[in-house]
């Protein structure tokens, strides 16, 4: 396994990631800054506010976006299984 093939896989892993991660982290983000808006707005200083919020959105995207999430991430392990007679040699 030359390293450039090692490169390539951890390359392939990293966007995976980042492609499945970003729905969760851009719903999180939008909800916190409509948060932080209203709290500015109204001068509320409280804390917790800002996080039950942003967790609720996280699950929403999960529960919306799980599907397509699972059909990447097998997508990239059955590639890695198929291919894998040939990583080892």
Known sequence: ???ALVIQ???EALMV???V???MLGLGLIVGLMVSV???TTSIQEQTLAFIP???AVFVAILIFGPWMLQIMTQYVTGILVNLPMYLS
């Open 17 to 19: 990631v980042m492609i």
């Open 1 to 3: 396994m030359s390293s």
């Open 38 to 40: 209203f709290q500015a």
């Open 9 to 11: 896989i951890g390359q």
């Open 54 to 56: 942003k967790i609720i």
């Open 21 to 23: 991660a970003a729905p």
